[in-house]
């Protein structure tokens, strides 16, 4: 089992940076694929890329490429959600997850969730 919790999160003028941060417990945490997703108020949760379990490949979804960048550590059990130019529409609380394939963008094959943190971009 994987427990994982992010942080990282908060306000952010547009055209700012942050970074997040996904912590897990569990020993096989380089064994999974981790993705990131975010879910805005009225809308579904929506993928944002994902990195496989050696951090030497990844994937994103068009409306971040170019913009954020995922990578992982696994001595430290931690993966990171670099945003570089955040926009307005950006905004929405943020949930890593755990899968055993790399390449999927759908939420039901992610295993185990964070419980998300919240990230705000002001116009």
């Known amino acids: 089992q994987v427990q994982l919790v992010e942080s990282g999160g908060g306000v952010v003028q547009a055209g700012g940076s942050l970074r997040l941060s996904c912590a897990a417990s569990?020993?096989?945490?380089?064994?999974?694929?981790m993705g990131w997703f975010r879910q805005a108020p009225g809308k579904e949760r929506e993928f944002v890329g994902t990195i496989n379990w050696s951090g030497g490949s990844t994937y994103y979804a068009n409306s971040v490429k170019g913009r954020f960048t995922i990578s992982r550590d696994n001595a430290k059990n931690t993966v990171y959600l670099q945003m570089n130019s955040l926009k307005p529409e950006d905004t929405a609380v943020y949930f890593c997850?755990?899968?055993?394939?790399?390449?999927?963008?759908?939420?039901?094959?992610?295993?185990?969730w964070g419980q998300g943190t919240q990230v705000t971009v002001s116009s």
């Open positions: 997850a755990s899968a055993l394939i790399f390449t999927t963008t759908r939420a039901a094959d992610y295993s185990y």
């Open positions: 569990g020993r096989t945490f380089s064994s999974y694929a």
